[in-house]
């Protein structure tokens, strides 16, 4: 499947609306019905806006396996706004537990960041997240060099475990859901394992063949 | 594809039905409730559950504004229905609540088992209440019910009865969630001998002037207002009088989080959440400083003097 030019551009702007809509619909209720929240509309949207960072961050990473079983190599001109989508929801769910959970105390923020492994866990996936947006740009792969954005941006990989972990720590007792988003993080993550051991093991013609553009970590 | 549809509006946030048709009578009810309201002291609810026996406010009850109807029926902990906080709203209408029993045995001289319909027939009152939960959320609740040591002196403890240990409710066939072994089910809790019979310590029958809905605990189940929330066991069916301090689901579960006492404290943390503030549920900020034994001090305090909280977590 080839996309032209225009149609990647209109595909764009659908998935930045679609990936915006959930922000929007917690943004609309909590301001014209919070009722529809529950009880605890704060927390409820602390934890979406947790849950749709984790939903960015393995859809990102399945762009490359996707890519790779459909040879659709338009995917990834998608990449980056996914991820910084994930990154955009990373940091309006950190601004949630700010100022809902903590009424921006900050001594206590810093004690909780400390003490509490789960929210240290999180608050590091963040902080390395930060990198990662900042050298987003076009200008910004150029001026590190293709080799050395791949590198940094390979931060996505303990960026997304440590997500998981995140969530997986912040459960009380049933960690169906968190186990759900670790196994399909295993699969990804995965499928980059196999992809680099066959490549090693000299696959190396074919392997080139489908090599992505410069500046994109697998 | 990941992306899911999310499930922003679960049917139990609706008003169901029956409610929605009946809202102009219900309209009419309030209005009628707000001209006679000094006539009746028990709050009114709006949960359809059969009336209890006109009751007076206790002087225990707190004088805060209760908690909407609707969040303290449809926000709960009640992990055999499930763990998330809509689920025991959605599930417990199976809970089988009749016929009903109550042991109470162990160290006493009169064991013997109570009938809910003979719980029921004790003189009942109200008791505001608040409700502060391990996880750092509150809320105000107008329980309908009677102090635990009413019942308790009725078995004549012995010497040896130095704590309770509370057994709740097991119904494989009625609770989903206890298929899952988040717990090692069934749920028991327990308390010293003397916070059992504290006059605090109740067993709550109703809610809002109406039986209690499954869902909190039907039909009978513990309220100690000072402890955090999952201490006030539901839908309760043993209480056993015991020598040696019981272990309770939780501190089976995670030892170091869940202590025997629970008090509610701000200065002993929990690994999991800060303890110093809350949020009065539905309000967005936890703005709210929590106040040892959730206020309750003046009254609970001397249970524990010379202890060290931050040990007897």
Redesign the interface.
């Known amino acids: 499947m080839y996309l032209t030019p225009g149609r990647i551009g209109a595909l764009k702007a659908l998935v930045f609306l679609a990936a915006l809509s959930?922000f929007g619909?917690?943004a609309a209720?909590?301001v014209w019905f919070?009722?529809?929240?529950?009880?605890?509309?704060?927390?409820y949207i602390t934890r979406?806006l947790g849950d749709w960072c984790l939903?960015f961050l393995?859809?990102t990473l399945?762009v490359t396996p996707l890519r790779r079983f459909t040879g659709w190599n338009w995917l990834l001109r998608l990449r980056r706004m996914l991820g910084l989508f994930a990154f955009f929801y990373a940091s309006v769910h950190l601004a949630s537990y700010i100022?809902?959970?903590?009424?921006f105390?900050l001594v206590?923020i810093l004690?909780?960041v400390l003490?509490?492994?789960?929210v240290t866990v999180g608050f590091t996936a963040f902080l390395l997240l930060l990198p990662l947006a900042a050298t987003s740009t076009n200008a910004m792969v150029r001026r590190l060099g293709a080799r050395s954005w791949r590198a940094l941006h390979r931060l996505v990989y303990p960026i997304a475990i440590l997500g998981v972990l995140h969530f997986w720590w912040?459960?009380?007792?049933?960690v169906?859901e968190p186990a759900i988003y670790a196994l399909?993080l295993a699969a990804l993550l995965g499928h980059r394992v196999v992809h680099a051991w066959r490549d090693a093991r000299g696959g190396r013609a074919a392997a080139s063949a489908r090599a992505p553009a410069a500046g994109s970590p697998r | 594809m990941l992306v899911k549809r999310p499930h922003d509006y679960l049917p139990s946030e609706l008003t169901p039905e029956p409610l929605y048709r009946r809202r102009r009578e219900l309209l009419r009810a309030a209005a009628a409730g707000a001209i006679l309201g000094a006539a009746g002291a028990a709050h009114a609810a709006s949960g359809g559950l059969p009336k209890l026996p006109s009751t007076a406010r206790s002087r225990f009850s707190s004088p805060e504004k209760p908690t909407e109807y609707k969040h303290v029926t449809r926000y709960n902990n009640f992990y055999e229905f499930g763990t998330d906080k809509t689920d025991p709203y959605q599930y417990a209408g199976r809970l089988k609540t009749r016929p009903w029993t109550v042991v109470v045995d162990g160290e006493c001289a009169k064991p013997r088992t109570f009938g809910i319909e003979e719980l029921l027939k004790l003189p009942l009152e109200e008791r505001v209440y608040r409700l502060r939960c391990v996880e750092a959320w509150s809320m105000v609740v107008p329980w309908v019910g009677f102090e635990l040591n009413a019942l308790l002196k009725q078995v004549e403890p012995n010497g040896n009865a130095k704590f309770v240990e509370f057994t709740t409710a097991l119904q494989p066939d009625t609770m989903p969630g206890v298929r899952l072994p988040v717990l090692d089910w069934p749920y028991v809790e327990g308390l010293r001998i003397d916070e059992a019979m504290h006059p605090l310590t109740i067993l709550a029958v109703g809610l809002y002037g109406e039986a209690l809905p499954n869902q909190n605990g039907a039909p009978v189940r513990l309220v100690v207002p000072w402890k955090y929330g999952f201490k006030s066991g539901k839908s309760i069916v043993r209480m056993r009088l015991v020598e040696k301090q019981p272990l309770t689901a939780w501190e089976k579960a995670a030892p170091h989080e869940y202590g025997f006492y629970s008090n509610v404290n701000p200065d002993v943390d929990h690994p999991r959440w800060s303890q110093k503030r809350e949020r009065r549920i539905p309000e967005f900020f936890a703005r709210r400083e929590t106040v040892i034994f959730n206020g309750y001090g003046g009254q609970v305090a001397q249970l524990y003097a010379g202890m060290d909280l931050k040990k007897f977590f």
């Not at chain 1, 919070?34 to 927390?43: M, Q, S, T, V």
């Open positions: 959930p619909r917690l209720a909590a919070p009722e529809l929240l529950g009880a605890n509309p704060a927390e979406s939903r393995l859809v399945a100022a809902f959970d903590h009424v105390d206590e004690k909780d003490k509490r492994p789960f912040m459960v009380k007792r049933d169906t399909l």
